[in-house]
């Protein structure tokens, strides 16, 4: 039962995930966007991901054992696709704090449009990294095929 709490947990984070991803290249995505609303977004995605990393160990640990994951290869596929994709993000999040600092020096502040375009597709990328992440997650429950 615990694994069960656990594997739900870690799919509604992931969903909140996806969420926060989309929304924040939905306001990229405008002329001049709510820095302060984009530093929001960025922070939850930040936390969720970190709270779907705390879980999966939890998972590793109480659900079917290191020795499952160990040896699957698609485990190792979908962790490798989480620390790119987190690793990606690390350029849109400084942009955005850089963003949330100017505002707060200059009120009604807007973003350069190159910035804006480079953390757009940075975000886009994330989410369409997202995909092969979930091909590997299902991949993954059930190796051995």
Known sequence: MHDLVLAILHHLLFLG???MLASELALLRTAEPSVK???????G????A??????????VMGG??????EANPFFW?????????????IRPTLAILKWRKAEGAAPGY???????????????????LLVPLLA??????????
């Open 50 to 59: 970190l709270l779907i990393l705390l879980v999966g160990v939890g998972r």
């Open 77 to 89: 596929a979908k962790i490798a696709t989480f620390a790119l994709i987190g690793l990606i993000s």
């Open 17 to 19: 995930l996806i969420v």
């Open 45 to 48: 995605y930040g936390v969720t």
């Open 64 to 69: 079917k054992g290191w020795a499952f994951y």
């Open 110 to 128: 807007v973003p350069p449009q190159a910035e804006l375009t480079a953390a757009r597709r940075a975000v886009g990328l994330e989410l369409l």
């Open 136 to 145: 590997f997650a299902a991949a993954m429950a059930r190796w051995p095929f």
């Open 37 to 43: 609303r984009l530093a929001g977004l960025d922070a």
